[in-house]
């Protein structure tokens, strides 16, 4: 039975959890403490003292703070899964968290596709979405792709279709792409499926998702500029729906051939921020300086969900990504920490928002 | 003849000011119980929140009160 959800009673519990996120002169500290251990003993100040006490028994240094972290992040979620289950916004949370699941899945194929070990692929998990820590063990315990993309099939998880239906065009080319993308375009199709346009929280959550589609076709058609792959081949790696961008747009993008033509064809949407990034980025064609800024503008628009009504979605959709912002900050300070970063660098690397 | 417009009167300031109240206690309670929930230490001031509506109920009863004692 679907049960209309109190937003006042879950929203105050969000909020509340909000209130316990790290604000900026706690990240500053992080910064200036001269190693990863004294980054731990750092959070043991914080709302993340339990999950880090926990995680120095069984591990130390960067490991910790990883699984500490994630286990974090994983926890949040799955608390506010649980206020809204059962109630008709259920939907609207899944359909956030499932963004995980996408990450998750296409991390394992990634794994197996250069036949990492399976210690290696479960640091990178974050299972925070509908596929639970066992369900993704298992499949990582998996000998190859095909073997993963079976057992979601045998499973009945609704992302073995696009992968079953991709596989062979994959094992003739051997190209992961091909399955990333069919995952990606399922994933967007059946979230604005799901979503609808008529209330409030579908138009939240409809904005978030077409504007993680122009992002996910910024950051595609960059790299195929990059790739110098023509736009035959290019064109149904590009994924409809987008918010600003449309396939002809993309299309226009992708006819420049060059990193400045293509930026310059985004002088008139709100993605025009990446021409102002420096003249020797576009030079050296570094594809991950684009990433991160698009990352950025992601995190932030999705952080001022915040400012919406206070008694609906927007409050949930403004404290996942806070609390994603939150974790990769963490991550960074410690990682740059243990590669001997400087703190100046580090506060560049950050996103304050 | 009955003069019924004192006690309908009397019924109105009473009743809405109820019903201003109650809605607004629902609100203001179920999201003091989830801010309780994460943050105990807010309790006190949740009970302060809670009690705040309970004004209008009260304006409503004074009101009420001066009707039937001054009018009747």
Known sequence: MVVR?????????????????????????????????SIIAELENTSYKEEIERATVQYSGMKCIEVALRNDFTNAFRKILGFMKGGDSEKYINILLSRWDIQNIKTILRGKNIH????????????????DNTTLIELIRQPDVKAVIDLL????????????????????????????????????????EKSGEDSYDDRIILDMITTEIDVTNIKNVLKMIRDKIGIEEAEPFLIKGGITLDIEKLLSMLRSGTL????????ATPYKFLSELPADVFKTEKIS??????????????????????????????????KYNEITNIRIIARCKTADITEKEIREELIYV | MVDWGIPIGVGIAFGL???????????????????IAERPETFGLMV?????????????????????IMLV
Not at chain 1, 121 to 131: D, H, M, N, T, Y
Not at chain 1, 167 to 182: C, G, N, P, T, V
Not at chain 2, 22 to 35: C, E, F
């Open chain 1, 5 to 37: 959800v109190e937003y006042d009673y879950v929203n105050a519990r969000i909020k509340g959890m909000k209130s316990r996120l790290l604000a900026p002169p706690v990240f500053e500290s992080l910064i200036l403490k001269p190693d990863v251990e």
């Open chain 1, 116 to 131: 990492m070990t399976s210690a290696e692929i479960v640091e990178c998990l974050v299972p925070a979405g509908q596929l």
């Open chain 1, 153 to 192: 099939a045998t499973w009945g998880i609704e992302y073995a279709k696009p992968l079953t239906r991709n596989f062979k065009e994959y094992s003739e080319k051997r190209d992961l792409s091909i399955l990333e993308y069919a995952i990606d375009k399922f994933y967007y199709e059946n979230a604005l």
């Open chain 1, 260 to 267: 400045e033509g293509a930026i310059k064809v985004l002088d």
């Open chain 1, 289 to 322: 300086v684009f990433e991160k800024e698009l990352e950025k503008y992601l995190i932030k628009r999705g952080i001022r969900r915040f400012l919406g009504d206070p008694l609906s979605i927007a409050v949930a959709v403004g404290y996942v990504w806070a």
């Open chain 2, 17 to 35: 000011g109820a019903l201003g109240t109650g809605y607004a206690q629902s609100k203001i309670g179920s999201a003091g119980a989830g801010t």
């Open chain 2, 48 to 68: 302060v929140l809670v009690a705040i509506p309970e004004t209008m109920v009260i304006l409503g009863f004074v009101v009420a009160a001066m009707m039937m």
